[in-house]
């Protein structure tokens, strides 16, 4: 019973990225049909793992090549909240001070305290930086995304194409990366700020690299016969 148990727990806190090997649409992105080779990972509480809202769930899914490792949110929302303005190039500073989707990465898992961080709004403005003790730098990963709000079904996603070199000095898919996801929704305090892995703070912070999660790097399943 206490193996299932740490077996189930080892798998939550897995996320997998599929390489793809299919054509990109004419913006450099995945299809739709190769966005379901990725099984997704989902989560719907605040950053302690409490006060689950399902009508601010996110869906995220991982792809990669050689070049770069794409990502998908799919965010559920009940308000948005975005900046009005950017950079002409999109990158917005502070934009955690509205609403986001956020990722963490961790290629050499052997130091700890340094990351990169990447985020994109609702509206496509953007962010990368590289996080180290007591420093915040911008990434310039050449990170490239692109965003759609639907009002209809109170849903907005976003994709991020970012490049393989500026994550690791030389990617080997056999390796084991960390990672986390999190999102931050509402004009005020108290916001809600979700995390697929608790962080488990009293406030909320997700700059805790000790609660992320493994991310893996798999081939794609062959096709059925």
Known sequence: MGNQSEEKSLLNARAIAVRTTKPLDA????????????????????????????????????????????????????????FPDAEPNGRRDQLWDRDV?????????????????????????????????????????????????????????????????CLARQFDPKQKWKVNFYRVEGASEPRFYSAWRPTGTAVPNFHVPEAFGELVFVEAAAPQA
């Open 101 to 165: 989707a956020e990722v963490f990465l961790q290629a050499d898992p052997s130091n700890l305290r340094r990351y990169k961080e990447f985020e994109v709004s609702p509206n496509g403005q953007w962010i990368d930086l590289d996080i180290a003790p007591g420093e915040k730098q911008d990434l310039k990963s050449g990170m490239r995304r692109r965003a759609i709000l639907d009002e209809n079904n109170q849903t907005w996603v976003a994709e991020l194409a970012i490049p393989m070199k």
């Open 27 to 82: 913006e450099g992105f995945p299809t739709p049909s190769a966005w379901e080779q990725a099984p997704p990972l989902r989560f719907d509480a605040d950053w302690q793992g409490k006060n689950v809202d399902l009508e601010r769930a996110t869906e995220v899914r991982l792809l990669w090549t050689i070049e770069t490792l794409f990502l998908r949110f799919r965010a559920k929302y009940r308000t948005i909240t975005v």
